[in-house]
């Protein structure tokens, strides 16, 4: 199944109603890795794959570059045996020569990396939906047997003058769906 992708219609947060408890998780400005953390301390990295390879074209448009090879990085973030977020980074490998830790994170999430250093200023949070028919949503129902529009959250961080890209969508088990209709 990998790469899943996130291609999308990605947009400013601004631009869309969301219910709160949704827009509380979709435009947190800290690391998930942490927000999750602090509710399930079960909590582990699943890398599904990743390769170098070429990007989708919306990709290299956030990131403000020109196509070049990548790596590209899918995982899921779990508590204990369930999956709760769908994660995709976008890394300019070539780029990044003076960051080749991020390339080798295993099973460590890229997340709490990125929040730890001092050289990482977040950009801004574009939102999107995925439908039950999206690789987001097929992944779901495969790992969940749930037939459910999911939500994702994207953005860029600049480290130390290199841009990533980090989207993460929200499977059902969320606790942003939860109660999210007030």
Same mark, same amino acid.
């Given at each position: 199944?990998?790469?899943?992708?996130?291609?999308?219609?990605?947009?400013?947060?601004?631009?869309?109603?969301?219910?709160?408890?949704?827009?509380?998780?979709?435009?947190?400005?800290?690391?998930?890795?942490?927000?999750?953390?602090? $509710?399930?301390?079960?909590?582990?990295?699943?890398? @599904?794959?990743?390769?170098?390879?070429?990007?989708?074209?919306?990709?290299?448009? %956030? $990131?403000?570059?020109?196509?070049? *090879?990548?790596?590209?990085?899918?995982? @899921? $973030?779990?508590?204990?045996?369930?999956? $709760?977020?769908?994660?995709?980074?976008?890394?300019?490998?070539?780029?990044?020569?003076a960051n080749p830790e991020l390339t080798s994170l295993g099973d460590q999430p890229l997340g709490e990396h990125l929040f730890t250093r001092t050289d990482t200023t977040p950009?801004?949070?574009?939102? %999107?939906?995925?439908?039950?028919?999206?690789g987001a949503g097929e992944l779901n129902r495969s790992l969940h047997h749930q037939e459910q529009d999911l939500w994702g959250r994207r953005r860029v961080f600049d480290i130390?003058?290199?841009?990533?890209?980090?989207?993460?969508?929200?499977?059902? *088990?969320?606790?942003?769906?939860?109660?999210?209709?007030?």
């Amino acid at each position: 199944m990998f790469p899943i992708g996130t291609v999308a219609r990605w947009q400013s947060p601004e631009s869309m109603a969301i219910p709160t408890k949704l827009a509380d998780w979709l435009l947190d400005s800290g690391s998930l890795t942490a927000k999750i953390k602090a $509710l399930h301390p079960d909590f582990a990295v699943h890398v @599904l794959g990743q390769i170098e390879g070429t990007a989708e074209p919306c990709e290299y448009a %956030a $990131l403000a570059m020109d196509p070049e *090879p990548v790596t590209i990085r899918e995982v @899921l $973030l779990y508590s204990g045996d369930t999956a $709760l977020v769908f994660a995709r980074s976008i890394l300019p490998h070539q780029r990044l020569a003076a960051n080749p830790e991020l390339t080798s994170l295993g099973d460590q999430p890229l997340g709490e990396h990125l929040f730890t250093r001092t050289d990482t200023t977040p950009g801004p949070i574009e939102i %999107a939906p995925f439908s039950s028919i999206s690789g987001a949503g097929e992944l779901n129902r495969s790992l969940h047997h749930q037939e459910q529009d999911l939500w994702g959250r994207r953005r860029v961080f600049d480290i130390a003058g290199t841009r990533i890209l980090v989207s993460e969508v929200f499977l059902s *088990p969320s606790a942003c769906y939860a109660d999210s209709s007030k």
